[in-house]
């Protein structure tokens, strides 16, 4: 058997291929763009390529070249791998011009036309919901939420790096339907960002979200210092939570926000929401603190808030 070989000359060349520069030249297939600057692959989800590195989520694992990833995430072995990537880059050298990746398979995504009058919006919100009022004009002012021309549902929308609208949940308001709109990338789920800040408060639906703020200025307390993310629905684990992946509108939050330090989860109180803590728990306590206050006695956030409402009386977790 004639044993594998690579020269040192030769590995050095193939240790300086990022991952990017890799799929981009002879994988492009593989490759999908999620932002101006962010980029992962179709086979493995929660793999994010940015700023040159990039994180596997999953397992806590990353790098920046593309030897790096074959060893590590298609476990190839390292011999193999680098003869692969010294084939690839001898038979056709890397292109040098500035890459034109195609986007996302997410381009048919459409907002909805836009009500030029939302009242009924604030009506469900404040009315039904008991969302606080400065707090529905403060994501209506920033784009964040509107009510749909056609049939009044109140779209709540999520925007990308470029900050272009590339999320969208609709829920209706005189029914229980809610669903995310055509194309959405769920990378990109609703959110309110603070760089300056090292917390992100977790939650399954906007209207949680929402009302989360709204207890919180009850209390007079700060309602948009902190980072806050709606996760866009929860996800059940299956027979082995280590096969499971974390919710891919947080991988995305993560790996965006270098300084977050601490995740606060306050999903459903059922199955899907306990599960789905599980799982951030298990992929991600020994990177962040992790406190889990999901509500014990009601269903949701939203629950909670309207019982303090219409009862007037201490919040019940």
């Not at 709540?156 to 055509?182: E, L, P």
Request: hydrophobic share 35%.
């Amino acid at each position: 058997m004639i044993k594998k070989y690579i020269s040192p000359e030769k590995l050095a060349e193939v240790k300086k291929i990022d991952l990017l520069t890799y799929l981009y030249n002879y994988e492009p297939n593989e490759l999908i763009r999620y932002g101006r600057n962010a980029f992962g692959t179709k086979t493995h989800s929660s793999l994010t390529i940015r700023n040159g590195l990039w994180t596997w989520w999953v397992k806590g694992i990353g790098g920046r070249t593309a030897l790096d990833y074959l060893i590590k995430v298609e476990d190839m072995d390292f011999i193999d791998a680098a003869l692969l990537i010294d084939e690839c880059i001898t038979q056709s050298p890397p292109s040098a011009k500035k890459m034109r990746i195609c986007l996302y398979d997410k381009m048919n995504f459409r907002l909805p036309p836009a009500s030029p009058f939302p009242s009924q919006m604030y009506s469900y919100l404040i009315d039904e919901r008991h969302i606080d009022r400065e707090i529905v004009t403060y994501y209506f002012q920033r784009d964040k939420i509107f009510e749909a021309k056609n049939d009044h549902a109140v779209i709540f929308v999520g925007y990308n790096d470029d900050n272009k609208a590339c999320f969208a949940s609709k829920r209706s308001i005189t029914n229980t339907v809610r669903r995310n709109i055509s194309g959405s990338d769920k990378r990109f789920s609703f959110r309110l960002d603070n760089d300056s800040s090292q917390v992100v408060h977790i939650f399954e639906s906007p209207i949680d979200l929402m009302s989360f703020q709204t207890l919180q200025k009850m209390k007079k307390q700060n309602w948009n210092e902190d980072n806050y993310l709606s996760i866009g629905g929860a996800l059940l684990t299956g027979n082995d939570i280590s096969k499971s992946e974390i919710p891919v509108a947080l991988q995305w939050f993560l790996m965006s926000h270098p300084q977050i330090k601490t995740l606060v989860l306050y999903l459903d109180n059922d199955r899907a929401g306990m599960e789905t803590s599980e799982q951030i728990k298990y992929h991600l306590s020994d990177r962040y603190e992790i406190l889990d206050y999901r509500p014990k006695y009601c269903k949701d956030m939203n629950e909670i808030l309207t019982r303090k409402v219409k009862n007037n009386n201490d919040i019940v977790r």
